[in-house]
T-cell receptor, first 116, second 113 residues
């Protein structure tokens, strides 16, 4: 079974530029999560989707971050414009069941973003 | 919201010794407690989990204990091996309308051959 795929793996941009990350979850997984992991910290949830609907985006900085999950499969996370403090690893995860159930999350390898 | 504290932040053990990582959580409604292992350049991988109706769970060399009254849970790794070296995260999941996982700050485990 293929795991969660993410691209790109690394990205370096200047502050105030825009960037987009892509995630392909495990086939058939209903729930998709985006996390931000700053160096030396645990992952922090940004947004979670059930199929193509947003369940929780309370920690997403909506003035600069946006995310979508078209057709309930792939997802993109965008930052526009980027700030220095956005430098982090962005992790995508998916789980099989709907969000109302506690369920194993499978993580992708992440995208390491460096903002200069 | 939920707050998860994790100790220690770094841990060095000799190969073959045991390692213990401890976490506390704040939300008494949390009912699911996964542990993740993260190797360099990779995403976290679930290694074991425990639900609030169970006090202890074992899987070969790893075990997790949960004390709901005190709101703390621990990871125990016995007979440590160099390949156990990684960053370990505890997490707690709230039992509300949907699952929301809050991670601890991580423990960097180094197993010295």
């Amino acid at each position: 079974e293929a795991g969660v795929a993410q691209s790109p793996r690394y990205k370096i941009i200047e502050k105030r530029q825009s960037v987009a990350f892509w995630c392909n979850p495990i086939s058939g997984h209903a729930t998709l999560y985006w996390y931000q992991q700053i160096l030396g910290q645990g992952p922090k949830l940004l947004i979670q989707f059930q199929n193509n609907g947003v369940v929780d985006d309370s920690q997403l900085p909506k003035d600069r971050f946006s995310a979508e999950r078209l057709k309930g499969v792939d997802s993109t996370l965008k930052i526009q414009p980027a700030k220095l403090e956005d430098s982090a690893v962005y992790l995508c995860a998916s789980s099989l069941y709907e969000v109302r159930l506690t369920d194993t999350q499978y993580f992708g390898p992440g995208t390491r973003l460096t903002v200069l | 919201g939920e707050n998860v504290e994790q100790h220690p932040s770094t841990l060095s053990v000799q190969e073959g010794d045991s390692a213990v990582i401890k976490c506390t959580y704040s939300d008494s409604a949390s009912n699911y407690f996964p542990w993740y292992k993260q190797e360099l350049g990779k995403g976290p991988q679930l290694i074991i989990d425990i639900r609030s109706n169970v006090g202890e769970k074992k899987d070969q060399r790893i075990a997790v204990t949960l004390n709901k009254t005190a709101k703390h849970f621990s990871l125990h790794i016995t007979e440590t091996q160099p390949e156990d070296s990684a960053v370990y995260f505890c997490a707690a999941s709230s039992a509300g309308g949907y699952q929301k996982v809050t991670f601890g700050t991580g423990t960097k485990l180094q197993v010295i051959p």
